[in-house]
């Protein structure tokens, strides 16, 4: 038995490589297996795409953030329905941004995106309670039924140096969320993993939004800040500041997964505005 478990592997080795005549050529000359090249993601830029106009702006935080005149309760919240009209639900206040990455493979495999971390914290010098975080699963082409929802080991790297859902634990419910992702401007966002082709690069958009409900108090900010502008003759601007971060997976094959991480990238959104007339 024990001289003959050699002879085993050894016509097992056999048959492996003469089943691989490239991979056998390539022992027999003394050289060594080429591994797959690594793709690359590079994070482009954010976009502010969607946000609250002037007029449901003043609608919406009037009677939030003027008081009401003499004590009297309920007469901010009258006088302002008189200014700007009836004040709009949350729904119509929601915050969208888009996330554009360059994806690049140089090896002659082609690799689908699997799944996408991002992590978006707002006025990010002032609390931490602005943070959101959002795991998107992307999922074969043809997939009816494909929403987006990660798994239970989605977003999720054992390397430290990756960011994982694991790292935004103290991230609010239902603050940040997906609606999907396009590759060419104007195409419906949808939850189907593209593929990156071999030796080629390929431009993901990424949609988020914030929840209307989680994001109400951290406008009242920007609607407060608005009323001090007034208050010093200031033209009024509304700034949102920002803090992106997170990564990026990516189906490789043989090597398994390959995890990116992109940011922190900081910036500000401007939400467009005329001078305010409270």
């Given amino acids: 038995m024990r001289?003959?478990?050699?002879?085993?592997?050894?016509?097992?080795?056999?048959?492996?490589?003469?089943?691989c005549p490239a991979l056998q050529q390539q022992l027999n000359?003394?050289?060594?297996?080429?591994?797959?090249?690594?793709?690359?993601?590079?994070?482009e830029g954010a976009t502010l795409v969607e946000?609250?106009?002037?007029?449901?702006?003043?609608?919406?935080?009037?009677?939030?953030?003027?008081?009401?005149?003499?004590?009297?309760?309920?007469?901010?919240?009258?006088?302002?329905?008189?200014?700007?009209?009836?004040?709009p639900g949350a729904q119509e206040m929601r915050v969208s941004f888009d996330l554009r990455f360059r994806?690049?493979?140089?090896s002659?495999?082609?690799?689908?995106?699997?799944?996408?971390?991002?992590?978006?914290?707002?006025?990010p010098e002032q609390t931490s309670q602005n943070l959101g975080a959002v795991c998107v699963k992307l999922c074969p082409d043809g997939d009816a039924t494909c929403d987006g929802r990660p798994g239970p080991e989605s977003c999720r790297a054992s390397s430290r140096d990756?960011?994982?859902?694991?790292?935004?634990?103290?991230a609010a419910v239902n603050f940040l969320l997906s609606q999907g992702l396009a590759l060419i401007a104007g195409e419906p966002p949808s939850f189907t993993a593209p593929k990156v082709a071999t030796a080629?690069?390929?431009?993901?958009?990424?949609?988020?939004?914030?929840?209307?409900e989680a994001l109400l108090q951290t406008m009242k900010q920007v609607a407060e800040q608005a009323v001090n502008q007034l208050k010093e003759g200031k033209t009024v601007t509304f700034q949102i500041p920002y803090r992106l971060e997170g990564t990026v997976w990516i189906d490789a094959g043989s090597l398994g997964r390959v995890a990116v991480s992109f940011g922190?990238?900081?910036?500000?959104?401007?939400?467009p505005t005329d001078r305010l007339s409270l």
């Fill in 200 to 212: 080629g690069d390929l431009v993901v958009t990424v949609r988020f939004s914030f929840g209307p």
């Fill in 103 to 106: 994806v690049q493979n140089s």
């Fill in 3 to 19: 001289n003959l478990l050699p002879r085993v592997i050894s016509v097992a080795l056999l048959l492996v490589t003469a089943s």
């Fill in 264 to 271: 922190p990238q900081s910036g500000t959104w401007v939400i």
């Fill in 108 to 123: 002659d495999v082609p690799m689908p995106l699997a799944e996408i971390l991002t992590a978006a914290t707002v006025f």
């Fill in 51 to 87: 946000a609250p106009s002037q007029k449901q702006m003043e609608a919406y935080y009037c009677p939030v953030v003027v008081p009401d005149p003499w004590g009297v309760p309920g007469s901010a919240a009258q006088a302002c329905r008189g200014f700007f009209g009836a004040r």
């Fill in 162 to 170: 990756i960011r994982s859902i694991d790292d935004f634990q103290t």
């Fill in 29 to 43: 000359q003394g050289g060594t297996v080429p591994a797959i090249p690594r793709p690359t993601v590079t994070f």
